[in-house]
């Protein structure tokens, strides 16, 4: 059994430290405040990685010593990418756009190892399908207030359940940390140095 070293979880993110406390990986929480602006002609994947790899720079900055990791989680539909929504009005927006369709989750990881000089900077996608919903029930999620700093408007993990059909890939990447994807990241590239 590999033991998981402590590491820097570079987010404020609840549901994030959530993963981590569920499969006993030790952490300290370091938010960091970074623009999170998509640049002009940057596509989902490079907006996740660069946004991770920014928030990793950040927390290292301030806490050299130690593995840093951070992420950063997007939906895309039809290309566009969903971001957290604004207010209310944009989160019904955003449900309409992913109302009875696929749509993907993309989260970006950058991994920090002071101790092997090496930064990992990868990405896990997800395919999720929300079931039909009415008008009412998009309203009434988008009044929950649950949309309102989730990407895609939409908590796989809380009440936004109930109007997942169906989804292709790993369930912990559209909470917003792929663990296996870091576990990974770990054990072959940080851990054994390779």
């Known amino acids: 059994m590999i033991e998981l070293p402590t590491i820097i979880l570079a987010s404020a993110s609840p549901r994030r430290a959530e993963i981590l406390r569920t499969i006993g990986w030790p952490f300290e929480i370091l938010p960091v405040d970074i623009d999170e602006s998509i640049r002009a002609d940057e596509g989902a994947v490079d907006y996740v990685r ?38 209310e009005l944009d989160a019904m927006r955003m449900l309409r756009l992913l109302n009875n369709r696929w749509h993907q989750v993309m989260t970006g990881i950058a991994v920090i190892n002071p101790a092997l000089s090496r930064t990992v900077v990868a990405h896990e996608e997800t395919e999720v399908k929300f079931a039909a919903m009415s008008e009412d029930e998009i309203a009434w999620y ?53």
Do not use: C
């Open 50 to 87: 660069r946004l991770a790899k920014e928030k990793a720079d950040a927390a290292a900055a301030r806490q050299s010593a130690s593995i840093i990791v951070a992420a950063d989680t997007t939906v895309t539909v039809d290309g566009q990418i969903l971001a957290k929504p604004v207010d």
């Open 142 to 194: 988008a009044k929950t207030l649950e949309p309102m700093d989730k990407a895609g408007a939409y908590a796989i993990q809380g009440l936004g359940s109930r109007f997942i059909e169906e989804i292709r890939g790993d369930y912990f990447n559209v909470v917003g940390l792929p663990i296996r994807l870091v576990y990974e990241v770990f054990r072959e590239r940080l851990i054994e140095g390779g």
